[in-house]
């Protein structure tokens, strides 16, 4: 059984930092990417970072330049890397695995999510 544990998330100033950390355990199959999504109250849920079993990365556009993501493949584990935090970047940060298909698109796999809230 899959299981994507986040942790690191909490309350910080505008302008701080935290790193988020999510363990992926139970895979027991090939990961295409890793990634992170947040869903702010009242909101989508939106894309925050991706990056690939290759290591190419992706960001939303309104994080670029403040947040980073890496991954570690032996230990199936990927972390977010947030600087200079806004308060609009409150919001549950959730992990995402996706699962390599051969023949079809590829399967999420979610964990709980963790909740930043940043302060003004």
């Known amino acids: 059984q899959v299981q994507l544990v986040e942790s690191g998330g909490g309350l910080v100033q505008a302008g701080g930092s935290l790193r988020l950390s999510c363990a992926a355990s139970g895979i027991t199959f090939s990961i295409s990417a890793m990634g992170w999504y947040r869903q702010a109250p009242g909101k989508q849920r939106e894309l925050v970072a991706v990056?690939?079993?290759?290591?190419?990365?992706n960001y939303a556009d309104s994080v670029k330049g403040r947040f980073t993501i890496s991954r570690d493949n032996a230990k199936n584990t990927v972390y977010l890397q947030m600087n200079s935090l806004k308060p609009e970047d409150t919001a549950v940060y959730y992990c995402?695995?996706?699962?390599?298909?051969?023949?079809?698109?590829?399967?999420?796999?979610w964990g709980k999510g963790t909740l930043v809230t940043v302060s003004s």
């Open positions: 990056i690939t079993s290759g290591g190419t990365t």
């Open positions: 995402n695995v996706q699962r390599r298909m051969a023949s079809t698109t590829d399967i999420p796999y």
